[in-house]
């Protein structure tokens, strides 16, 4: 006999309904299993899987829902289901059948065809809950498979975050000791400079000295960009903003570039289009840029010329510019003004590009922009653009 086909358990005390049901079973080739009594019943079920029973109710011994009840308690029959064949119709039989597990009943004396087309509705549902279980038990599979995976990358994950973790704090233990084993001395020779600078020395001594302590100030401005751009591209974060006033900022650009500024006897003019005007900015990477920006354009300016310092609102946000006199960028510089140890014009920095690289990672930080043109006939200007604010709710409702 064919395993696919369904297998129906009939459970009927009288032998004459059990040749019926056979008769109409086996038209329809099914697997059939007969017995008399309830005990019977509960046996093979225990022995075999089912995919429907149809029960009689009034049995000696054991009645049909006793039975049914027993049946559905078996390991292999927990779900299958029970029709019951009964000639009570009485709404408490119905109830009671119901009660004991049954998914349908059909009264005695019934019609072949109806109970063939009751039993063929129920097999297509219990094949579609089988269906359903293998899906839910495929999917329940995958959802392991893939939770599994899901924690074998949380753990690989979790490794790597532990041992970033690890280098971000080597790296922060490295520049700080860089910072440390640089400054250090550079601060004894700066001491040691002011001490020889006070004796009686020859010119071309003292034309050394004043030699090594410049040297000693561009090492030491060096490292500070050195380790500002290792901090930038390292950041993991976004940068602390605060309102910058545009001319505290400028203030003090222009007294870090105090003694070069009075040598050359340039004029500053600091203006602005709005009083008490101010970027939304990190107030130490701003003051590096742009003093930076000015010691720039302080660098290149010809004696006694001006730099302007401007801030300017525009519609894509706040500008503020450098302006010189100088001789400009040349088109070699142009190209590579914003790139690590680019060659070109010395008008770039006398770190190698270094000031206009970190002057761009800056404002790359801020989510804004930074541009250098020429004018003609004469000199050049740095140009930052900081994007505007979102708007809060209340501004917007205005």
């Avoid at 899901?150 to 700080?176: C, G, H, P, V």
């Avoid at 720039?296 to 730099?307: K, Q």
């Avoid at 200007?381 to 205005?398: C, G, N, Q």
Wanted: charged share 25%.
């Amino acid at each position: 006999m064919d395993d696919a086909l369904p297998k129906i358990l009939a459970v009927d005390d009288n032998p004459k309904n059990l040749r019926v049901i056979a008769a109409l079973l086996a038209a329809k080739q099914y697997q059939i299993d007969y017995v008399f009594h309830g005990r019977d019943a509960i046996r093979f079920a225990t022995e075999q899987a089912y995919d429907l029973v149809l029960m009689d109710v009034m049995m000696p011994d054991l009645d049909g829902y006793e039975t049914c009840a027993h049946v559905l308690e078996t390991p292999l029959n927990h779900d299958v289901p029970v029709i019951f064949l009964t000639a009570k119709n009485d709404l408490d039989s119905l109830k009671k059948g119901f009660a004991a597990g049954g998914v349908d009943y059909l009264t005695k004396p019934f019609n072949g065809e109806e109970l063939l087309t009751r039993i063929k509705n129920h097999l297509e549902l219990k094949q579609l809950r089988d269906q359903q279980k293998e899906i839910n038990l495929w999917l329940e599979q995958k959802v392991e498979e893939r939770t599994r995976e899901l924690n074998e990358a949380y753990s690989t994950l979790e490794k790597a975050n532990r041992e970033l973790l690890t280098l971000d704090e080597a790296k922060t233990e490295f520049l700080r000791m860089i910072n440390h084993e640089i400054r250090t001395p550079l601060t004894a020779l700066d001491g040691y400079l002011q001490i020889l600078r006070e004796e009686q020395l020859p010119a071309k001594i003292s034309e050394m000295l004043d030699m090594v302590g410049k040297s000693s100030r561009r090492l030491e401005r060096f490292l500070m960009v050195v380790l500002q751009i290792t901090e930038l591209l390292t950041r993991d974060h976004p940068i602390e903003k605060e309102p910058v006033p545009f001319k505290g900022l400028s203030d003090q650009a222009i007294e870090m570039n105090r003694a070069a500024i009075d040598r050359k006897k340039l004029t500053i003019r600091i203006v602005s289009d709005q009083p008490g005007a101010f970027i939304d900015g990190n107030l130490k990477l701003l003051r590096h840029c742009f003093s930076s920006l000015l010691e720039n354009a302080v660098d290149h300016a010809p004696e006694g010329s001006n730099i302007l310092l401007r801030m300017s609102s525009a519609a894509n946000g706040k500008v503020l510019e450098v302006m010189d006199e100088g001789q400009g960028f040349s088109e070699l510089a142009m190209n590579n003004l914003f790139k690590f140890f680019s060659p070109g014009s010395q008008h770039v920095d006398e770190n190698v590009g270094l000031a206009l690289a970190l002057s761009k990672l800056i404002m790359d930080a801020h989510l804004g922009q930074i541009e250098a043109f020429n004018h003609i006939p004469r000199g050049a200007t740095v140009r930052l653009t900081f994007p505007l604010l979102p708007k809060t709710e209340t501004e917007v409702e205005k």
